[in-house]
């Protein structure tokens, strides 16, 4: 059974930062493509970043140079460090792997960018 659970969301002023943390088990971790994907309110979950199982990366524009995707597949640990956050970066991340034809998603963490 696949599992993913976020962790390390919270409130943080704009300007500040925030690590993300997702862990995987369910499947052969160092294989898959992983991705972090946020959603506000009536909008469409959209993609952050994402790494590839050989560490290749690709960012949302929104985020390039501020957001790091990195991982560790002897730990079957995804993380999004995120730095400079604005206001408009607030929002529900959510970690995700496409396996076996199917997206996976794990529970969601709040991220607020607010004074």
């Known amino acids: 059974q696949v599992q993913l659970v976020e962790s390390g969301g919270g409130l943080v002023q704009p300007g500040g930062s925030l690590k993300l943390s997702c862990a995987a088990s369910g499947i052969g971790f160092n294989t898959y493509i992983m991705g972090w994907y946020r959603q506000t309110p009536g909008n469409q979950r959209v993609l952050v970043a994402a790494?590839?199982?050989?560490?290749?990366?690709n960012y949302a524009n929104a985020v390039k140079g501020r957001f790091t995707i990195s991982r560790d597949n002897a730990k079957n640990m995804v993380y999004l460090q995120m730095n400079s956050l604005k206001p408009e970066d607030t929002a529900v991340y959510y970690c995700?792997?496409?396996?076996?034809?199917?997206?996976?998603w794990g529970q969601g963490t709040q991220v607020t960018v607010s004074s």
């Open positions: 995700n792997v496409y396996y076996n034809f199917r997206d996976y």
């Open positions: 790494i590839s199982s050989g560490g290749s990366t």
